[in-house]
């Protein structure tokens, strides 16, 4: 494999620019250098799947030890898959992918023809044929042919020299294989350029506008199914179904019936929603010796949201919806269907959080000075996630030709024979020799029985040569 | 639930889990031995074992009406079923029937923790309620059976690798590594030496041939082994089974994942675990167009894309939470 760095060495450049530009060369069209970035890669990858990922700073203070906590917060290992080193090593491999595929894979791939000691090369092999030259020469050549090898001749140095082929084209399976990545990573970097996602929750009854397409989608109604499963540990609730009936208006500003469920994203003029979630919206209302405080809140409270407590530092925060409560116990049942819901609230003062209560629905709880919490009906909400991702038909097209490329690479077997006839007069000796791009041992076998093959027609009747194996790919 | 059903269920696993531990003690005996009896005897046993596995998860798909691969009993079970036939598919090309003990036994094992995960006949939660699991969860599964044949192979490789290296010598890397010199009972035919007068690849394992001329019985029993070069390209074809089985397996993945959360990659542990191994495999197959990497060093990466493998597989589910974490 003849790199032009090489060269560069013999006759040293004295141009520092261009030595420069020569050892990058070098150093981004070694094979090794790409597997180390691909170990690099990896790593960072394993990272992210041990440490969790996006979550608040506090969280890692709470879970890790102070000085892991420290290192996942100043290395960005807490959102690692969009930290400027993960994004780096990947241009790095593109670019490493880039100089290697015209620098070596390109110009290795396509061997020119040329003589070659064919005693050195370790699987070669010599078969004694008799006959007139041109004869024998014709009789090698349609044997190849015959077989599927592309022949081709050439006098080198004064003698003739025969090439035989097979799958020369799938030498082109690497280039194949790196262009679908490169595209692949296209298709990825054009989201980040181009395409948006976010998420969004509707109550039953209720509308909501997505700010980046200015699609209205109204929730007409949200049902769910959740069925108790025997199962040799016990019981236990396994979801089943999840589908709102939504009515939306997008670009044409006509109102459209539709249904969303789990693997059946709606698309709205290109973007994408989803049905990700679902939960139940809490009517809470707050009281001052019987009176109503003006903070209660107004409309139903999704788990998450919050109010504070009057003009106090103190504030509620709704943190769980209870669907059937262990009378015995007070605590939640195993069942998460609303028979005898109730809801969980966290009190916070300030940051701080305080304590934390569970008011049956319909009921109401005192949380002192004078402050009374009622939770009433509960409204069922859907949580949808939408997408707008312009780059999803090029990944898919470079998905596929990648992996057409990883096919024609791995299960097409390039190989050449360099042939040579020498001798003299009706007795001549066919030396062949094999090479192929992923060694001698993986053509062995193959070798050894289109030589014998060769000399069977050869020793054999002339016409009984249709009776020699035939040769296919490794 | 049909008893009927349910028994046949029960009679078909327990046909499974013992065709692969006698299979197994089997084939170590024809490992030692060479007796081709006992390979006679193995091979219908894997064959059997195999075959009971794909009619438990048909009888119990049958049964529930739910596609049997949304846990991991399911999948353990498609593992080691997917393992069995991959490797019997190559033993027939290959004549591979002395690692038959290693996949054997590491089926039978998956399987028996199959069972612990066995937790009786669930349907499936919404997400998974999709006609992409059944694209996309076999594919992935015959990858990592692949990549679990390939580990197998490796050893073997390393194996006989670190006896050459004990008997003094250093075992040949690269292409120029073939056949080894066919002394003591061979394995197979197959590995047989070329004939004559084709150019001879010399020997990657001179010392143990040497040893194995002596009447030395571990130089014996290990020249009779396929040649290192012919372990390393098992190996490789092996993974180049895999290796497109895992990319088809992440695609069909990520277009599900795209219609069940909204997005074809989310970083979720179990695609990040899977990306990590494929990237191993990748730099597997890079590696391997090396000459100088052909060998001791590429068979390390299959050990350690497979021990990759089953942390994606296992580890993420078990131990790490997350969209993929069907842990039932
Ligand atoms: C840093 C980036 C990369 C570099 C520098 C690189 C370089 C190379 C080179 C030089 C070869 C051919 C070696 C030879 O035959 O002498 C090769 C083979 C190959 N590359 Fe890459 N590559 C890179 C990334 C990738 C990626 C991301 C893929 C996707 C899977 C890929 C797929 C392949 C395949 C399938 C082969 C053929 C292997 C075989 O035939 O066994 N490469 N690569």
Redesign the interface.
Known sequence: MKIDVADAHLHPRTNPLAEAYDEFIALFAN??F??SL??V??LL??I???VD?GKDPGFYWQNYTPPLARLVLRLDLNNI?HSAGYVGIIGLILLSLAVCTFKRVIPARLPPLRAVKI?K???????AVRGEEEAVRGRVNAFFTERGWQVRSREIGGSEWTFADKHNWARRGVLVAHVGFVIIAAG?SLYWAKGF?GTTAVISGQSVVIPETKARITLDRFGYRI?P?????GT?Y?????VSDVTYTGADDVAHKAIL?????LDIDGT???Q?SYGYAIDFSLTHNGTPVATSPRGPLKEGDGFPIGTSNRSIQYAQFIGTVDRRTGQAAADPRPNDPAVVIDAFEGDREVGRALIPLGGSIDIGGGYRLAASRYTLYSGF???Y?PG?PL?GIG?FV??AG??I???LLPARLYVQITGANRNWNVGI?ATT??????Y??Q??AL??ALRRSEDGPRGSRTAAPAFGTA | MDPGKQALDQVLLVTGISAYVTGTLVLIGYFLSRSKLLKQIGIPLAAIGCLAQFAELGARWNMTGVWPLTNLYGSLSLFSAFGVLIFMIFAIKYDLWFIGFGVLGIAAISLGYATTWNEGYMPAVPALQSYWIKVHVPLVIAAYASFMVAFVVSLIYLLKASFEKRLGGSAIRGSAAGAGANIGVSMSAAYAAPPANVGAIKSDTPRIDAAAARGDFWGLWLAGLPSLGKLDILTYRIVAVGLPLLTVGIITGAWWAKEAWGAYWQWDPKETAALTSWIIYAAYMHLHTRSTWRGSRTAWVSVIGFISIVFCYLGVNIFISGLHSYKM
């Open positions: 094979v090794l790409a597997v691909f170990a890669w990896g990858t394993i992210g799947v041990i990922q898959y005693d090369i370790p699987l070669n092999a010599s078969v990825t996602s069925d499963v025997q199962t040799k540990s236990v396994q979801p089943i179904d999840y469920r789990v693997n059946h994203p994408e929603y989803y990700a996630q939408y997408r991702d999803i990944v998905a990648l992996l990883l096919c690479s791995f299960y020799a791009v992923k060694g001698y041992t993986i062995e076998e070798f050894a030589v014998e």
